[in-house]
């Protein structure tokens, strides 16, 4: 330091506070403490009060509750849990079961060309419409049985919770300006009866690729296992159906009337008919069959692992 602020300095060196010093740093960090404590007990307050005003407000905007969110469900395949009644002038002919989705499909009593059918889908899932995930959100329709439902925009379909987060859909084609007021009466001959399906076969384990994704029924299976059933296989993309059928002259989903196969060979010392996609053996009735959407590994050793019975 330099002579000049020796003598600066000076005065200061014997100079004291007239009056102790009064604060006390002890307190002064306590209380800066219980500042910041409050600060943020304050922000957590206006944190929580802000999201319940977000989730009071946020559905009074839509117009609607928010669901309950449910676990993706799962079907049995061996397990239908729907039965469907004739009503609207239409009566089930056939029955799908599925991991995800059971379909059953309706044609009218008098033979006309209208056709309805009714999706029910596991919990949790739901299908697309025009390339769009469908959501209940639409216009509201009478409830189906006491449970709530919905319009489908744009199709002749009426969607209703058929059980809690789980959604079913009745739809009628063809049939104009009628098409919703039939579909509605379709949905409300719906009922929850869930019941084991029975097959009037046996296979042993399938082999590669083959991957059983459904069963399909004629609908009546049940009081009748002779009409038939039909496992629903998938073969790397392609859809393969193998089981009994009696009838031979009706398409096995839609009761239409169909052209009978012809034999053109023998499998096994049997009479059958063997196509590029499909083969049919003949005895003993019902008839083994084993059908496919195309190409598929080997149909005719599928077909003879089949045992009637």
């Known amino acids: ?68 969110a449910h676990p993706l469900g799962e079907f049995d395949l061996m397990r239908q849990e ?8 239409f009566t089930p ?38 390339g769009a995930r469908w959501e209940p959100d639409g216009a509201q329709a009478p409830d189906v049985n006491d449970h709530r439902a919905y319009w489908v925009s744009g199709r002749d379909a009426v969607a209703w919770e058929w ?3 789980a959604w079913a859909f009745a739809e009628v084609t063809g049939a104009g300006e009628d098409g919703r007021r039939l579909a509605h009466r379709v949905a409300q001959s719906v009922a929850r009866h869930p019941g084991r399906v029975t097959l009037p ?36 993309g ?11 002259d009706r398409d096995f989903v839609t009761g239409d009337r169909r052209s009978t196969p012809v034999a053109n060979t023998d499998v096994g010392g049997r009479a059958a008919a063997v196509r590029d996609n499909s083969v049919t053996i003949f005895d003993p009735s019902p008839a083994v069959v084993a059908e496919a959407d195309g190409p598929a590994p080997d149909l005719v050793a599928l077909a003879t692992s089949v045992r009637p019975g």
């Open 1 to 68: 330091m330099t002579e000049d602020g020796h003598r600066l300095l000076a005065a200061l060196r014997d100079a004291a506070p007239e009056t102790p010093s009064t604060v006390d740093v002890g307190r002064a960090v306590r209380v800066g403490r219980r500042r910041r404590r409050t600060r943020q007990l304050t922000g957590v307050v206006v944190v929580a009060a802000v999201t319940a005003i977000v989730a009071a407000v946020i559905p009074a905007l839509v117009g609607r509750p928010l669901p309950p």
């Open 82 to 89: 729907l039965s469907v009644g004739s009503a609207g002038g």
């Open 93 to 130: 002919v056939s029955y799908e079961t599925g991991r995800y989705v059971q379909r059953v499909l309706l044609v009218p009593v008098d033979e006309s060309a209208p056709r309805a059918s009714v999706s029910a889908y596991a919990t949790g899932r739901l299908p697309d419409f025009e």
């Open 163 to 165: 059980a809690p987060g």
């Open 201 to 236: 076969f046996a296979v042993p384990d399938l082999p590669a690729p083959y991957r059983l994704v459904g069963v399909r029924t004629p609908y009546g299976t049940s009081s009748d296992p002779a009409a038939g059933a039909l496992l629903v296989l998938d073969a790397g």
């Open 238 to 248: 392609t859809r393969v159906r193998l089981g009994v059928r009696r009838h031979l």
